[in-house]
Antibody, heavy 124, light 107 residues
Framework: QMHLQESGPGLVKPSETLALTCTVS??????????WAWFRQPPGEGLEWLGS???????EYNADLKSRVTISIDTSKNQFSLTLISVTAADTAVYFC????????????????WGQGTMVTISS | AIQLTQSPSSLSAAVGDRVTITCRAS??????LAWYQQKPGKAPKLLIY???TLESGVPSRFSGSGSGTDFTLTISSLQPEDFATYYC?????????FGRGTKVEIK
């Protein structure tokens, strides 16, 4: 069973850059029909899709964050990454990486595989 | 963006009860809807996709129905492990949006 694991700093200062990596194990990230995505969930709130990437590098982003978000992929390392610039306290959240189910073949689909999540706090 | 309105926002139910959660989309989304279960401190777990298709390994007491703008998640006989928060999510259009969640608590 494929496994996803987020990693990165748990504390980031305001105005700086949040950078997280998702490592895919027990399977290849270079699979056709699947997209790899980032989500976040502020404490006590709901889920927000940030963006998705295909193994060939095609990306789709949430327009609400598009100017600040970049998702990249490194197939040689079986990893994909999230960069969020100019962070504020409003970016404090649990960040999840996930995989689409492949049912629709689109960047946003049902998501059937998730990492455990990593808490990122924005504070000086 | 397509808005999803879930109701109720919370409910109390007993083990064995039949539970129904609704999700209404702000525009027609065909059957491009998924349901997730999330427990505290855990990632969401996919229960249903394509509005009514049960994800592999999910107990058959969970079912989904609907198309267009109105959708329902039903738990036919609530079990102790089902107390959690449930989210609907649409994947008809970008961004993929979620409902605000329904918290199912023990009565």
């Amino acid at each position: 069973q494929m496994h996803l694991q987020e990693s990165g700093p748990g504390l980031v200062k305001p105005s700086e850059t949040l950078a997280l990596t998702c490592t895919v194990s027990d399977g290849s990230i270079s699979i056709s029909s699947y997209y790899w995505a980032w989500f976040r969930q502020p404490p006590g709130e709901g889920l927000e899709w940030l963006g998705s990437i295909y193994y060939r590098g095609t990306t789709e982003y949430n327009a609400d964050l598009k100017s600040r978000v970049t998702i990249s992929i490194d197939t040689s390392k079986n990893q994909f990454s999230l960069t969020l610039i100019s962070v504020t306290a409003a970016d404090t959240a649990v960040y999840f990486c996930a995989r689409t189910s492949g049912w629709s073949g689109f960047a946003v689909d049902a998501f059937d595989l998730w990492g455990q999540g990593t808490m990122v706090t924005i504070s000086s | 963006a397509i808005q999803l309105t879930q109701s109720p926002s919370s409910l109390s139910a007993a083990v064995g009860d039949r539970v129904t959660i609704t999700c209404r989309a702000s525009q027609a989304i065909k059957s491009a809807l998924a349901w997730y279960q999330q427990k505290p401190g855990k990632a969401p777990k996919l229960l249903i996709y394509d509005a009514s298709t049960l994800e592999s390994g999910v107990p058959s007491r969970f079912s989904g129905s609907g198309s267009g703008t109105d959708f329902t998640l039903t738990i036919s006989s609530l079990q102790p492990e089902d107390f959690a928060t449930y989210y609907c999510q649409q994947f008809y259009g970008l961004p993929g949006t979620f409902g605000r969640g329904t918290k199912v608590e023990i009565k």
